[in-house]
């Protein structure tokens, strides 16, 4: 940290700088970076629905998700972090970038059974810190995923679709 000090001497005015050392005895610890490989879910046309069509399509979908092998294993493992975003969720798998893109195939193939659910899925890897939110749960905190390091603005790529995904 730099100080600054203006001293006056007759008609000379001196400006001077010096390097002080921060006073604070504390520091905080860096919280550790993990590797979580992210599948992201938006339930298309959300907002259209009315509210008891809203409850009963997410509680469609998470009987969906959760009944995965994917989702199951993880979540047995301990290396899964689940979060709402209200209109779909957050999966956060930390094993394999395979992970989230098997279970969106696994979530993809049980659709077919429900053509009333429609979703943008999309998958991401990179450094996350594990937080506790508000009300105490595990949580991640990331940066910001732009630009096209991120599949989720723009769900999975067409060529992954017209070779492993029947419909989304």
């Known amino acids: 940290m730099w100080s600054f000090a203006v001293t006056a001497d007759k008609d000379i005015v001196r ?6 050392q921060s006073t604070s005895a504390e520091t905080k610890p860096d919280l550790p970076l993990e590797i979580a490989h992210l599948l992201l879910i938006d339930v298309v046309g959300y907002s259209k629905l009315l509210v008891n069509e809203q409850i009963e399509l997410l509680q469609e979908l998470n009987q969906i998700v959760r009944g995965t092998e994917c989702f199951r294993a993880a979540e047995a493992s301990g290396k899964l972090i689940r979060v709402s975003t209200g209109d779909g ?3 956060a798998f930390f094993h394999s970038p395979e992970e989230p893109v ?3 195939l696994e979530i993809s193939k049980a659709l077919r059974d429900h053509p009333s659910i429609r979703l943008r899925m999309g998958v991401h890897s990179g450094p996350v810190n594990r937080v506790r939110d508000v ?3 595990t949580n991640i905190a990331a940066q910001r995923l732009q630009g096209r390091d991120c599949l989720w603005h723009r769900g999975l790529t067409a060529q992954f679709r017209s070779r492993h995904v029947t419909t989304l």
Request: hydrophobic content about 35%; some cysteine; aromatic content about 0%.
């Open 102 to 104: 098997r279970c969106a």
């Open 135 to 137: 009300n105490d749960k």
């Open 89 to 91: 969720m957050g999966l």
């Open 15 to 20: 400006l001077s700088r010096r390097v002080t």
